[in-house]
T-cell receptor, first 115, second 114 residues
Framework: DTGVSQNPRHKITKRGQNVTFRCDPI?????LYWYRQTLGQGPEFLTYFQNEAQLEKSRLLSDRFSAERPKGSFSTLEIQRTEQGDSAMYLC?????????????FGNGTRLTVT | DQQVKQNSPSLSVQEGRISILNCDYT??????FLWYKKYPAEGPTFLISISSIKDKNEDGRFTVFLNKSAKHLSLHIVPSQPGDSAVYFC?????????????FGQGTILTVHP
């Protein structure tokens, strides 16, 4: 079990630049989630995929944010024109199909710092 | 609007004693509750859960209690061990909606002293 893999682990970027993060879920998991965690807070839901379909998006996900899961396997989260307020830990999680209350398996996150 | 609250930012306990972590929620639609543990530089890992049809769920040293009328849940760790030192998050969801859309509390830092 390789777990949920996220890359890169850390990203430092200048304000205004675009960044892209990648998440590889556990292979048999069809559900994939993105969360964001800022200092001193719990993770906040951003978006949810079932296979390749993006079924839910939080209002936290502004127009500068876009997530994709083109083949129902890995997912990418892109932030355009980054702002300092985007600095956070971005967490990806996955869960298997058909088990309604199966808990989420989280990756170790990508820490974004916008300077 | 903080729908899930953990009012104690930190808790310090002696090894072997009981740790009690508390969580309150405001959304009466929540019907499934989970506790996650997080070590530094790692993602949260699932610990234990409870649905609203129960008031207690036990797994080894970990027990979660749910008081629906008070909209309160707690996690008991007995006996506490130094390896339990971590940040603990409670989370809640509405089972009828998309699974995995969890609302988290702010977390409580547990320190267990040898």
């Amino acid at each position: 079990d390789t777990g949920v893999s996220q890359n890169p682990r850390h990203k430092i970027t200048k304000r205004g630049q675009n960044v892209t993060f990648r998440c590889d879920p556990i292979s048999e998991h069809n559900r994939l989630y993105w969360y964001r965690q800022t200092l001193g807070q719990g993770p906040e839901f951003l978006t949810y995929f079932q296979n390749e379909a993006q079924l839910e998006k939080s209002r936290l996900l502004s127009d500068r944010f876009s997530a994709e899961r083109p083949k129902g396997s890995f997912s990418t989260l892109e932030i355009q024109r980054t702002e300092q307020g985007d600095s956070a830990m971005y967490l990806c999680a996955s869960s298997p199909p058909g088990q309604g209350n199966s808990p989420l398996h989280f990756g170790n996150g990508t820490r974004l710092t916008v300077t | 609007d903080q729908q899930v609250k953990q009012n104690s930012p930190s808790l310090s306990v002696q090894e072997g004693r009981i740790s009690i972590l508390n969580c309150d929620y405001t959304n009466s639609m929540f019907d499934y509750f989970l506790w996650y543990k997080k070590y530094p530089a790692e993602g949260p890992t699932f610990l234990i859960s409870i649905s609203s049809i129960k008031d207690k769920n036990e797994d080894g040293r970990f027990t979660v209690f749910l008081n629906k009328s008070a909209k309160h849940l707690s996690l008991h760790i007995v006996p506490s061990q130094p390896g339990d030192s971590a940040v603990y998050f409670c989370a809640a969801s509405v089972m009828g909606t998309s699974y995995g859309k969890l609302t988290f509390g702010q977390g409580t830092i547990l320190t267990v002293h040898p």
